[in-house]
């Protein structure tokens, strides 16, 4: 059964940051990774999809990266915004289904 | 842009009530999934379906069931509503292996 872990739980960093957050799971035979966001009391919002031929994708100051080999993803932010502050998850599909890390909880500080 | 719609952003019911969610998405997507979300335990999968009049259950359907007469609405039922059924419910939509959209999210306080 696949799992999904994400780590760190949560983190506050100050604004003008780069950061990574790193997300890893168990059976590497995946055709796909999912980065989403999570505003409080709010859905979910797509950010990145990465396929297995990949190895990064980019979106504005968001990259992805995929290493299906050792079972890792990590999202870079780049140059941290207060807007930025929202719980990022990642998912990664077994057919049709997703299955999801818990997130990391990202603060951005003015 | 893809739009997936809920019924309700909020909802209050009474133990033993039957309640409806529904969910609508605009992009003639085949597939459509149905979440419950709580903390400590992350987004835990109801149900899905992957065609009109097709389901199938996912980690944890106890207590719940799903219709799907038409392609584009997805309803999930509590047959009986517990107030261990208090929790955010999300709708998803996707095509095939591709990005699953979200709907805004049901807040369902069960008393």
């Known amino acids: 059964k696949q799992e999904v872990t994400q780590i760190p739980a949560a983190l506050s960093v100050p604004e003008g940051e780069n950061l990574v957050l790193n997300c890893s799971f168990t059976?590497?035979?995946?055709?796909?990774l999912q980065w989403f966001r999570q505003d409080p009391g709010k859905g979910l919002t797509s950010l990145l999809l990465i396929q297995s031929s990949q190895r990064e994708q980019t979106s504005g100051r968001l990259n992805a990266s995929l290493d299906k080999s050792s079972g890792r993803s990590t999202l870079y932010i780049a140059a941290s915004q207060p807007g930025d502050s929202a719980t990022y998850l990642c998912a990664v599909p077994s057919g049709s289904r997703l299955t999801f890390g818990e997130g990391t909880q990202l603060t951005v500080n003015p | 842009d893809v739009k997936v719609t809920q019924s309700s952003r909020y909802l209050v019911k009474r133990t033993g009530e039957k309640v409806f969610l529904e969910c609508v998405q605009d992009m003639d997507h085949e597939n459509m999934f149905w979440y419950r979300q709580d903390p400590g335990l992350g987004l835990r999968l109801i149900y899905f379906?992957?065609?009109?009049?097709?389901?199938e259950k996912g980690d944890i359907p106890e207590g719940y069931s799903v219709s799907r007469e038409k392609k584009e609405r997805f309803s999930l039922i509590l047959e009986s509503a517990s107030t261990n059924q208090t929790s955010m419910y999300l709708c998803?939509?996707?095509?095939?292996?591709?990005?699953?959209?979200f709907g805004p999210g049901t807040r369902l306080l069960v008393l």
């Open positions: 379906s992957y065609d009109v009049k097709m389901k």
């Open positions: 998803a939509s996707s095509s095939g292996w591709g990005t699953q959209y």
């Open positions: 059976d590497s035979a995946i055709y796909n």
